[in-house]
């Protein structure tokens, strides 16, 4: 290895406090939380940035990132030539800064397709000083190692000596074990990791004095040293975060940014310090932010999302006040989930006169659930904090079955993990082994076979304040079917690490079994009837709920119990065993071309998309959440009939049983923000897969049952997988921001936001936008007013 020295800027040197504090605080605050694989849910990846203007935003992550979240100037350039960006869309994006002609002007300039290398941590130049050095790769790794075993949750068969005492002090006191670094080259690591301080703040402080640069923004800096190991740190803000939501105070992100530049400073004094040319500053450290790059870019990718916006806005206007009279002959509530809206649409045609619903999957009943031979997991939003638990209701024998169930599915984990599961001894084996593989893909199954859940001890005042919480939010307060479905979802996929992100894009990665089942046993108890209706709240007699579960793999759906349901209820169940049969087929040609199966006869698609489920080499066992491009809220009749391509998020929402604006202010705080999280995380990992991706899932490795690493080593990868939003020759997720609309008055809706500024500002900074329906017409939210869309 080379002995010649980088030149580097002149440190900082001493710190006042105040600085650190807030430089510290906006770095941590800036990292996006990572859910582990069994909790896995899609998040917001800008979710400590969007205090900001979007495109401010740019320019901060092309100097931390190294890439800012747009598309390619030759990206815009092609739709524009093709025509999916006409001058209409232009027209939306102008603005008085930049009129239609300025944006096609600076379009064709070559500075548009430059990006700027990112900030440099001490590694990063070492590398670029010393190109076969590889210390960038060194650190990431070493930094990974030691959180995968601090973190590990039983996937190795050992536990560190060091793992109770904290990730910062067990690392330090590892470290000064470890021979590795300076086996690497890094000499005298232990002796620096001896000289820093027990304490992980003092310890960020006695490195910053030596590595941080004297000019530029110290929060980018710090910003950089942790988005070098990014998917460790949105794992360790995740600890941190769910701590928080609890009362509880977590350091972890800040001792693992300790950590990340202690490796730096060890670096720094190993191969800088006794240089003459430490002063002289040939690397920018602070590279210039190109405002009127990221000006021009984010125009244009306004104007890509304007022709989408403007002819689902006009479809919706299009839609009168035709809302059917009657009674239902059936009600059945489902998700919000884009995946509903095909199936929802499909189900309305076969079964004419029924009423479909759109509600959070959770339905209302924000809990915590214990299987009877397994975990504890959340089935609610991530944005809440479970305020109950239930059980598994199993007669004794079925608990031992469950319990052999769940040993025979750790035995197999231990196995993939063990020396035994290598390639040569799977070869010895041969065809048993792979008999024995096989048979564990075959199928299809129910997605889910739970047993009842549970509420112990659970006040009658409790229930009946959950079930009118569900019907008031669900605007199912009067006009009840007899036979009324509550519908949950969940995805099947094999050998898939990814699989809870397909059960649900929010609510913790698990189906919504558990919730509809005691949604529609609790709406069925007689006693909470009784205090509803004290209430004013009155369901008839003849009213049944049943639960059931979609498939949203294969488009099955599961009717929980249904031999409770009474005799006198035996015709309309009939009818929607046979509308949610011919929904589901319907569905499955739907979706058939989507997913490569478009030449197939129709009487062989059922089984093609039934198998995917269970095809242990399948990498797209269905599309999740991909393309989805708006959130409406409106009565269903504005969206009744219309073919939305399974891209739009469906809630229900009556303005005119809502004149405090409640349930507006809920809608806009809950499901619009979750719905945020998703889209913006199918848009990062389309626009910026190199960063926002979780790589290729065929080279995919699980580590400590949290999360995936490409290949063999590296840091955790955040975000969807490449399959997720590529197709193998174009990307599936055409990168659009959210687009919500709301059949509300303006007014409401802007006094809502300005009771809650944290959403407001994801609409005032250009993350997601926002529409008002109002009869015929629409509104436009933009620049912190209302405009009429054309």
């Not at 994006?93 to 990112?118: F, K, M, N, T």
């Not at 210390?135 to 190795?156: G, H, L, R």
């Not at 067990?170 to 890094?186: I, S, T, V």
């Amino acid at each position: 290895m080379s002995s010649a020295a980088p030149t580097l800027p002149e440190s900082r040197g001493a710190l006042a406090p105040a600085e650190l504090a807030a430089a510290l605080a906006a770095a941590l605050r800036r990292i996006p939380p990572l859910w582990p694989l069994r909790d896995f849910i899609a998040v917001n990846p800008y979710l400590g940035l969007t205090d900001r203007p979007f495109a401010e935003a740019c320019g901060l992550l092309e100097r931390v990132m190294g890439a800012a979240p747009l598309q390619s100037a030759e990206a815009y350039r092609q739709a524009y030539r093709e025509g999916r960006i006409a001058r209409a869309d232009l027209e939306a994006a102008a603005d008085r800064e930049w009129g239609v002609s300025d944006l096609i002007g600076a379009l064709d300039d070559p500075a548009l397709d430059e990006r700027r290398a990112p900030l440099a941590t001490v590694a990063d130049l070492l590398d670029q000083e010393r190109p076969h050095a590889h210390w960038s790769v060194f650190v990431v790794d070493e930094i990974a190692k030691w959180c995968a075993v601090t973190f590990d949750e039983n996937q190795t068969t050992w536990n560190s000596p060091w793992k109770t005492r904290g990730l910062y002090a067990g690392w330090r006191e590892a470290a000064l074990h470890d021979f590795n670094p300076e086996a690497f080259g890094l000499v005298g690591f232990r002796r620096l990791v001896a000289a820093l301080p027990a304490d992980a703040e003092a310890a960020i402080l006695s490195c910053l004095e030596l590595i941080a640069p004297s000019t530029g923004d110290l929060a980018d800096f710090l910003h950089r040293q942790l988005a070098t190991i990014s998917g460790w740190a949105g794992y360790v803000q995740y600890l941190v975060r769910e701590d928080a939501m609890r009362g509880r105070t977590n350091p972890a992100l800040r001792e693992l940014l300790a950590i990340r530049l202690a490796y730096d400073a060890a670096l720094h004094e190993a191969f800088v310090q006794d240089s003459p040319t430490r002063a002289g500053g040939r690397h920018e450290r602070a590279p210039r932010t190109d405002d009127r790059r990221f000006a021009i870019l984010a125009r244009w990718q306004r104007a890509y999302e304007a022709g989408y916006q403007r002819r689902l806005a006009h479809a919706l206007a299009a839609r009168g006040e035709d809302a059917p009279a009657g009674r239902p002959v059936v009600q059945a509530v489902f998700c919000i989930d884009v995946r509903s809206e095909v199936f929802r649409r499909q189900f309305e045609a076969a079964l004419p006169g029924a009423q479909t619903i759109g509600f959070a999957g959770f339905f209302g009943f924000a809990l915590a659930h214990q299987e009877a031979a397994g975990g504890r997991s959340a089935r609610c939003p991530a944005l809440l904090v479970p305020s109950f638990t239930t059980v598994d209701d199993l007669p004794a024998n079925r608990i031992v079955a469950a319990g052999a169930a769940v040993a025979e599915a750790r035995a197999w984990k231990a196995f993939q993990n063990s020396a035994a599961s290598c390639f040569s001894f799977v070869e010895t084996v041969g065809l048993a082994f792979g008999a024995a593989l096989a048979s564990r893909g075959k199928g299809p199954r129910p997605v889910c076979a739970a047993p009842a859940p549970i509420f112990r001890g659970a006040a009658l005042e409790f229930r009946a304040g959950l079930a009118a919480g569900a019907l008031t939010a669900m605007g199912l307060v009067g006009n009840f079917a007899r036979l009324v479905l509550i519908c949950g979802h969940g995805g099947q996929s094999a050998n898939n690490p990814h699989a809870a992100g397909l059960d649900c894009g929010a609510c913790g990665g698990h189906a919504g079994d558990v919730n509809a089942r005691l949604a529609a046993d609790t709406l069925n108890d007689s006693a909470v009837r009784a205090r509803l209706a004290e209430q004013g709240l009155s369901i008839p007699s003849d009213t049944y709920f049943v639960a059931g579960l979609h498939n949203t793999t294969t488009d099955d759906v599961t009717l929980f119990n249904p031999e409770a349901v009474p005799s006198s209820h035996q015709s309309e169940l009939a009818d929607l065993r046979r509308a949610l049969a011919r929904a589901g087929a319907a569905s499955r040609r739907e979706r058939a071309p989507r997913l490569g199966l478009g030449g197939l006869p129709d009487d062989r698609i059922d089984a093609a998309v039934r198998g995917r489920a269970v095809d242990p080499a399948q990498v797209r066992p269905e599309w999740g959440l991909a393309n989805n491009a708006a959130l409406v809220a409106a009565p269903r009749h504005r969206t009744a009939g219309l073919k939305l391509d399974g891209r739009v998020f469906l809630h229900d929402y009556d303005a005119a049983a809502d004149p405090d604006g409640r349930l507006l202010e809920a809608i806009l705080c809950a499901p619009v923000v979750v719905a945020s999280w998703i889209n913006l995380q199918y848009y990062a990992s389309s626009v910026d897969p190199t960063h926002y991706g979780a790589g290729n899932k065929v080279l995919h490795n699980a580590v400590g049952g949290i999360g995936v690493v490409e290949g063999n080593g590296g840091d955790l990868k955040v975000g969807l997988p490449w399959q997720s939003v590529h197709d193998g020759r174009k990307f599936d997720h055409e990168p659009r921001r959210l687009s919500v609309y709301l059949d509300a008055e303006p007014g409401k809706i802007s006094a809502a936001l300005a009771r809650h500024p944290e959403v407001r500002q994801l609409f005032d900074h250009g993350w997601i936008h926002l529409f008002a329906l109002q009869g015929g017409t629409c509104l436009q939210y933009r620049d912190a007013g209302w405009r009429q869309l054309r």
